[in-house]
């Protein structure tokens, strides 16, 4: 006989119920569980896409440049003042008082124009009197030339010694000279006459007016200060040490002040062979053309001698330049992303901060100026231009 046991229904019921509270708790585990990795995966897919968007970079137009070709020179720094090459100092060449002035300064003039008339009274009788002395001469002249015919006729009849006609001779010797001398002092006399009148010795511009009409003025004193523009001389001060880089003929661009955004040109003419005394220093004698008259007489320049230059050849900053495995290497933009391009460098300029690239780039090319953290070659990168051209394309069609 089998013996089947038997529980109170109250206690049956106490055995089922953790029974069920284990499974209803397995279940919501499992649920949670389930539940956290979509989770998990949704975020990791997230991130992946916030990584993905940051790694485009946008830049400003301070982080790249555009490549332009043209040339690099490599300059010495030099300075100094301008002067004229013809300047001069007008001066009286006689005795005489001023009767007018007729120029003032920076009125232009022209070679052979008169700018002060003396008073010629006390000249033109100085040149009658000559005259007369002159005429004098001739007359003295004359009468010894006849007396000396006469001689000649008596020496050959033996009416009279040699030696008195060589007396006759002598005389009119003497009459030629004194009509020279006489003749020649008439001339000084008629240019003195003419000096009075003073004209320009070139064509230029009065720099200054020392005289006025009724100054009584002496030989040689001055009357007006003179100057041509059209040629100016650039002394520039340059070290010993640098002139053996200087040639003749080296080519010189410098600015003035007051000429803002204006660059002028000149060539070296020569250099001084002596030093200046405490400096050391050498002056560079550059010519510069002044065709319109600009530049004016004691302006300062300051600028420097092409050395040496360059063809015309792209130009990269020194800031583009990066040293990767012994290479120089830029990073240029294409299409949006940055590539590491090889290059070779030719000549440096330091001073303009630039170098010229021989091979490897060419011009209109965009390459990156500055280190930016986490940019490197394959990086994705937003140009502004090309920004505010798509604005300006979603502009018009918002219009449109």
Request: glycine share 8%; aromatic share 4%; proline share 4%.
């Amino acid at each position: 006989m089998k013996i089947i046991p038997t529980f109170p229904p109250g206690r049956r019921m106490r055995w089922r119920m953790p029974l069920i509270a284990v499974l209803i708790a397995g279940l919501g585990g499992g649920g949670w569980m389930a539940l956290h990795s979509q989770d998990s995966k949704a975020v990791e897919k997230k991130d992946a896409k916030a990584e993905k968007k940051q790694e485009i970079y946008e830049l400003t137009r301070a982080d790249f440049a555009t490549i332009e070709a043209r040339e690099l020179r490599l300059n010495l720094p030099v300075s100094g003042a301008l002067t004229p090459l013809n300047q001069a100092t007008i001066k009286s060449k006689v005795a005489a008082e001023v009767k007018e002035t007729l120029v003032t300064e920076g009125m232009p003039v022209t070679r052979g124009q008169p700018v002060v008339r003396l008073d010629t009274a006390d000249l033109a009788s100085h040149v009658a009197t000559q005259q007369a002395a002159l005429e004098e001469a001739k007359a003295k002249l004359s009468l010894a030339q006849k007396t000396q015919e006469s001689n000649l006729a008596l020496l050959k009849q033996k009416y009279i010694s040699q030696n008195a006609f060589d007396t006759s001779s002598s005389q009119v010797e003497l009459a030629q000279a004194a009509v020279k001398s006489a003749a020649s002092q008439l001339e000084i006399a008629r240019r003195a006459l003419d000096d009075a009148t003073v004209r320009a010795p070139f064509d230029g511009i009065i720099s200054k007016r020392l005289v006025q009409a009724g100054e009584k003025v002496a030989s040689d004193t001055p009357l007006f200060a003179m100057v041509n523009l059209k040629q100016l001389i650039f002394e520039a001060q340059v070290p010993a040490s640098e002139i053996p880089r200087i040639k003749a003929g080296q080519g010189v661009t410098f600015n003035v002040d007051g000429f803002a955004g204006r660059t002028f040109n000149g060539k070296v003419a020569r250099i001084n062979p002596a030093a200046e005394a405490g400096s050391r220093a050498m002056t560079v004698y550059i010519e510069v053309a002044n065709a319109d008259g600009a530049l004016k007489g004691g302006m300062f320049a300051k600028g420097g001698i092409t050395l040496e230059k360059s063809n015309v050849m792209p130009i990269v900053p020194l800031t583009a330049l990066r040293q990767e495995n012994g290479t120089s290497t830029v990073y240029k933009i294409e299409n949006d992303k940055v590539v590491a391009q090889a290059v070779k460098t030719g000549l440096r300029n330091d001073d303009e901060g630039m170098v010229e690239v021989t091979s490897g780039l060419s011009s209109g090319s965009r390459v990156l100026t500055v280190n930016l953290a986490g940019v490197k070659p394959g990086s994705s990168v937003k140009l502004p231009d090309a920004a505010s051209t798509k604005q300006a394309s979603a502009d018009a069609n918002r219009k449109g």
